[in-house]
């Protein structure tokens, strides 16, 4: 994947009024695959230079957050030797583009349940993400066994335990206080949420966050998204007038 040269029109995108947190619904690996006659696992390998190429985008202009949602807690119900490649493709992820996260300022996080993940995949990632806990230039989070609704259980089961043990008061509870158990705390909320592929849903991703995020789907399979796309995207998102609910 070639980084950035002059043909693109990176010039075009106001860099004073970017989303802060971009996250995407990277959708479609499958039927691009079907497409190129290939198997599901070639569509995923591919859905991963995508990966590689938005993330150094967001660097290069100076997004701060970036989310993907690259496995969601229904993707479990796959067959075992897709889910067993997407693992195998992750952890591959890892190790080959830590160097360049650290020489880029890019920290890593995780959102979702990390414990179910296997456990050499577990190993990589907390490795990444203590060798990357000092960057700030771009924090690169993703989400991993993630619903939207696991997170949001989590989150009650836990303030009732805070209440059941008297550190907090029911009546104290407030959006700051959900905020703060999410597995999203300390990050703001996304601006911009992408959804490749076409799809018209949410499919379980950050319900509670995304209640003033602009929304822009696009018919590109994920494999096919590139920089040009993305900065066309950002352009739509700056013309936009966001009033969260006021005049
Ligand atoms: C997205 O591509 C990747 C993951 C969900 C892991 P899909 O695998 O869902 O591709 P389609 O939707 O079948 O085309
Ligand atoms: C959403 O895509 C999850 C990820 C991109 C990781 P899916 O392909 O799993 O969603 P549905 O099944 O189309 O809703
Ligand atoms: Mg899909």
Redesign the pocket.
Known sequence: MSSSSSSDNLSEVDTSNLPSHVA?????N?RWAKKHRLSRIQGHEKGSDAVRAVVRTCREIGVSHLT?????T??WQ?PKKEVDALMALLNKFLRSEQKEMQEKNIRLNVIGQIERLPQDVRRELNKVMTLTEKNNALYLHL?LS?GGRAEIVRMVQELIKKCKMGQIQPEAINEQLINEHLYTQGIPDPDLLI?T?G?M?????LLWQIAYTELYITPTL?PDFDKQEFLQILKDYQRRERRFGRV
């Open positions: 995407i619904i990277m959708d479609g499958g993907l949602y690259a496995f969601s229904e993707n796959r989400a993630y959804r592929s799809e849903r949410i499919s379980n991703f994920w």
